[in-house]
């Protein structure tokens, strides 16, 4: 049975509502009416976003505002997220466990409560005992505007807000809550769904700054359905290796800022410690002069990031040569191999191949293409570059070396960590207004060129 609505009359100049049809509205506009019909809203759909009109607006009429963020107290936060958690946003974080997903939640949560705010910290996972003992770990005196809440249950934590009505609202996580309107288990397809539908429509209508923990499945991707990633405003991921100390957060989805924007942190006995100086913390164990070892960069936002790149080539004993990459792409690294072999002559089909990106980065593009085959090169032939070189460019099948994205901005960072020399493709030269003295600027038009200039002994 068809709902029924009662019908208004819009001015299409002006928006004005008029219960009956206008010759002349009040704005000055003649036969400028248009009738409308309206279905009555009830404040028991829970479906809508708001409770707003659901008459369509001008775009031009839009007025627009700046968005206001928070400031986290954590700079490397601010930086993945473009600058503070924007207000009314809805920010999803997953990672494995015991990464440090809750350890950096309960850090931001004691930092903007102890500006004057109130957060609300809902845990479906923990009790508050233990939130209590990892707080006092990791953030040391508590602010009186922390609270914290062990529900499951979404229809409690709405009505928790409407409460205490807080600035900043932690859930802990996705997978745990359930509503009252579903007979499913938690963390089901439907559960899940219907959860974050609530949530956006919690902090949307509300202003409030939600951030959502979600879990991995064995492969590393987010759990559930792939529609809580289209609600969220922006989605972050947390990795690293337990038994290292860095962890790297990266945004896979911004609406209010970049996506290619990397964040570093230490997981001390304290919780996560901001790294300012990535590159350095990347390089500081590497051995100078070291056959099969390249430093390779890429730009991350608003940053150069230098990484070294390992490689080691030995003869294959039995069956076939084995072909190995942690860090880098196994696809990627067919391919380098293959134009190794066609284009600068290495006989690689009887040697196994091992590739290795130093410090657990998984660096995203083609710029360490170049870095690859040169370490593969140098464990192959059992040289080294004789002095600290650096090394950016994607390789093409034909075996050119291909442009890359703010290489002068790379070359300026090399310099200032003393490196004599940055090989990189010949059509990056002309992006180079002011070449740095202190070191030397090798562009090579393909991969040959690259060996012989890497190869080469510098006085």
Not at 315 to 323: T, Y
Not at 381 to 409: C, P
Request: net charge neutral; hydrophobic share 40%; proline share 4%.
């Amino acid at each position: 049975m068809a709902k029924k609505g009662k019908s208004v009359f819009v001015c299409q100049e002006c928006g004005y509502e008029s219960p009956t049809w206008m010759g002349q509205c009040i704005c000055g506009a003649w036969n400028s009416f248009v009738e409308e019909k309206m279905l009555p809203q009830t404040s028991a759909d829970t479906r809508r976003r708001t409770s707003e009109s659901g008459r369509p607006a001008k775009l031009r009429d839009v007025g627009t505002r700046e968005y206001r963020r928070l400031d986290t107290g954590i700079g490397e936060l601010n930086r993945v997220l473009g600058g503070g958690l924007v207000k009314g946003s809805l920010v999803l974080i997953s990672g494995e466990p015991g990464i440090g997903k809750s350890t950096i939640i309960i850090q931001t949560a004691s930092n903007i409560a102890g500006g004057g705010l109130k957060v609300l910290y809902v845990s479906g996972e923990e009790s508050e005992e233990q939130i209590k003992m990892r707080a006092d770990r990791v953030c040391g005196e508590i602010p009186a505007g922390l609270f914290v809440m062990p529900e499951t249950n979404i229809e409690n934590v709405e009505n928790a807000c409407e409460n205490i009505k807080p600035d900043f609202l932690i859930i802990d996580s996705i997978q745990t809550m359930y509503s009252d309107q579903l007979d499913s288990a938690p963390g089901s397809v439907s559960q899940v769904r219907a959860c974050g539908n609530k949530l956006m429509k919690l902090g949307k209508t509300g202003n409030i700054p939600i951030f959502i923990v979600a879990h991995v499945t064995k492969s590393g991707d987010l759990a559930g359905p792939k529609t809580v990633e289209h609600l969220v405003d922006c989605v972050l991921n947390f990795a690293g290796e337990r038994d290292q100390e860095l962890r790297i957060l990266r945004s896979f989805k911004n609406r209010f800022g970049t996506t290619s924007e990397i964040g570093a942190f230490t997981m001390e006995e304290s919780g996560l410690v901001e790294v300012s100086d990535i590159s350095g913390t990347f390089l500081e164990n590497r051995a100078e002069e070291s056959e099969g070892s390249v430093t390779a960069a890429v730009y991350e936002g608003t940053r150069p990031v230098m990484f070294e790149v390992q490689a080691l080539v030995t003869p294959a004993n039995i069956g076939f040569a084995r072909r190995t990459a942690v860090g880098a792409d196994n696809a990627r690294l067919s391919m380098l191999l293959a134009v190794l072999e066609k284009k600068a002559g290495l006989p690689l089909i009887n040697q196994d191949v091992y590739v290795n990106i130093v410090g657990g980065l998984k660096p995203e593009g083609t710029s360490a293409d170049l870095a690859v085959a040169l370490a593969i090169y140098s464990s192959f032939k059992g040289i080294s570059a004789g002095q600290k070189t650096l090394a950016i460019g994607e390789i093409g099948l034909t075996g050119d070396l291909r442009t890359v994205r703010y290489a002068d901005k790379i070359v300026k960072e090399a310099a200032r960590m003393g490196y004599k020399r940055v090989i990189l493709p010949r059509s990056c030269l002309r992006n180079l207004k002011e070449p740095p003295a202190e070191c030397s600027i090798i562009g090579a038009r393909n991969i040959t060129e690259a060996i012989a200039a890497f190869a080469k002994k510098q006085k």
